[in-house]
C-alpha cells in the first residue's frame, strides 16, 4: 500500500472503494453460494452449468476495482508501488472485461437486446482502453497512459454506479421493465466515462498551467 497518503488521496480511494462496494460483496455472495453447492435456482443454474467465466470475472472486477483505486492517490506514484500495483491492476481488468464478454455471449442471462449489446460494447470498450494504456506507458506516454487508464477504470467500476441509477426506480415504482433497465445500466457506464473525461481534461489542465 502506498506510504503518505494525503487526506484528498484518502477520501479519492474510499469514494471508489465505497462505490465498488455492492458489486463486491455480490460477488462475494455468488461465490460463497458456488463453493458451498447452491441452493440451486432458475436464476442461478448457468452459473453452475459453467462458473468457470463467472469465478473469473469476480475476482479479476474485485482486484481491479479495489486495488485500482488506490492508484488515484498521486502518492502512489512514489516508490514503486503504482507499477508493482499496474502489474495486477490491468491483468485483472482484461480478466474482468474478457470473461464479461464471454458470459454475455455464452449464459442465457434474461437481459434485453440492448443491454446485451451494451454490455459487449463496454467490455469490448475496456479492454481496449486497457490495452492503449499499456501500449502508452511502454512509449513512455505518461498522460495517455493515465486517459486510457482512467477511462478502463470508469467502464469497469460501472457496476457500482448502476446500483445508484437502479436502485431509485426500483423502490419508487418496482422491478422496470426491460428497457428501462437497460437504458440505466448503460446511464451507469456513460456517467462513469464523462467523470472520466472530466478528469482526464482537468489534469490537462494542470499540466499545460
Known amino acids: 500500500m502506498p506510504q503518505g497518503i494525503t487526506r484528498q488521496g484518502r477520501a479519492a480511494v474510499a469514494g471508489l472503494i465505497a462505490l465498488s462496494a455492492v458489486p463486491v460483496i ?13 441452493p440451486i435456482s432458475a436464476q442461478n443454474a448457468r452459473f453452475f452449468n ?30 514503486g508501488w503504482h507499477r508493482v500495483a499496474g502489474r495486477w491492476v490491468v491483468p485483472c481488468g482484461l480478466v474482468a472485461a474478457l470473461s464479461g464478454l464471454w458470459m454475455t455471449l455464452s449464459y442465457q442471462i434474461p437481459d434485453s437486446v440492448v443491454l446485451a449489446g451494451a454490455r459487449l460494447v463496454f467490455g469490448s470498450a475496456m479492454a481496449l482502453c ?27 467500476l460501472g457496476a457500482g454506479t448502476q446500483v445508484l441509477t437502479l436502485l431509485p426506480l426500483s423502490f419508487a415504482e418496482g ?10 445500466a448503460i446511464a451507469g457506464w456513460v456517467i462513469n466515462l464523462a467523470v472520466a473525461e472530466w478528469l482526464i481534461r482537468k489534469s490537462l489542465v494542470k499540466e499545460i498551467r
Open 26 to 38: 455480490a460477488g462475494a455472495f455468488r461465490l460463497t453460494e458456488l463453493g458451498t453447492g447452491g
Open 50 to 79: 459453467e462458473p468457470l467465466p463467472l469465478v473469473l470475472h469476480i475476482v479479476g472486477a474485485t482486484v481491479f476495482c479495489v486495488l485500482g483505486a488506490f492508484q488515484f492517490a498521486p502518492q502512489s506514484r512514489r516508490g
Open 130 to 156: 486497457l490495452i492503449l494504456g499499456v501500449a502508452a506507458i511502454r512509449r513512455r506516454d505518461i498522460t495517455q497512459h493515465r486517459a486510457w487508464m482512467i477511462r478502463g477504470y470508469a467502464i469497469g
Open 175 to 184: 422491478p422496470p421493465d426491460e428497457l428501462s433497465r437497460a437504458l440505466l
